[in-house]
Structure formats: structure tokens, C-alpha cells
């Protein structure tokens, strides 16, 4: 097998610089061509045709965003065990030792929520 040198991921580099700059030039044109006029009815929020009512700015618990980002936390670190499974076998006795260390670090997070009361609804 011969040794790869940065000549070989020109094509890659020149794919992406099109792309990137593809995508840029759209956003710049559609900014500067199209229309922008924009009315109250524009500027309104739609909620799936049910009609506005009071000020969408309306406060309410943090709660809902703590289980969203637990929710994501441990939603990303059960991906993250996937290609584990996978290579179980050819990991072997160092790669049983950092999953249960990656799993007993999960455990913690999971007991410093609970010791929080994140998923505690009521005040």
C-alpha cells in the first residue's frame, strides 16, 4: 500500500470549497433578489392555524429545558456505546474496563441530577 500525501484529498478540499461557497452565494442572492416586504400578517406567529393569544414571551419552568438536555445527554452516550457492542470481542479485557468506567461516569451524572431534583415537577 503506497503512502496517501495531501495531494490525494485535493479533490475532497475542492468539493467542499464549491459547496461551501455554493451554499453562501444562495443565501447572499435570495437576501439581495427577493422580495422583503413584510407585513403584520407576516410577522405574526403561526401555531398551526389556531389564533394568537397574549405574548409568546411568556415565562415558564426550567424544568422543561433540564429534561430536554437530559434527555440529549443520555441519548448521545447510549450511541456512543454502539460501536462497543460491536467491537466487543476484539476489545477485550481494556475495552470491558472503559465501558464500565464510561457507564459508572454515566451513573454519576445520573445521581448528581437526582441529588438536584431535575426531574422533580412540583416546588
Known amino acids: 500500500m503506497e503512502n496517501s500525501s495531501?495531494?490525494?484529498?485535493?479533490?475532497?478540499?475542492?468539493?467542499?470549497?464549491?459547496a461551501a461557497g455554493f451554499a453562501i452565494f444562495i443565501l447572499i442572492l435570495t437576501h439581495r433578489v427577493g422580495?422583503?416586504?413584510?407585513?403584520?400578517v407576516k410577522l405574526e406567529a403561526f401555531e398551526c392555524g389556531i389564533e394568537t393569544q397574549g405574548n409568546a414571551r411568556v415565562p415558564f419552568s426550567i424544568k422543561y429545558f433540564?429534561?430536554?438536555?437530559?434527555?440529549?445527554?443520555?441519548?448521545?452516550?447510549?450511541?456512543?456505546?454502539?460501536?462497543?457492542?460491536v467491537n466487543f470481542k476484539a476489545l477485550g479485557l481494556l475495552g470491558v474496563i472503559e465501558v464500565f468506567s464510561f457507564i459508572a461516569l454515566l451513573f454519576v451524572g445520573f445521581?448528581?441530577?437526582?441529588?438536584k431534583k431535575a426531574l422533580k415537577w412540583e416546588d
Open 111 to 115: 445521581y448528581y441530577m437526582l441529588s
Open 66 to 85: 433540564l429534561v430536554a438536555i437530559i434527555f440529549v445527554l443520555f441519548d448521545i452516550e447510549v450511541i456512543f456505546m454502539y460501536p462497543w457492542a
Open 35 to 40: 422580495p422583503n416586504r413584510r407585513t403584520k
Open 6 to 18: 495531501l495531494l490525494d484529498y485535493l479533490p475532497i478540499f475542492i468539493m467542499f470549497t464549491i
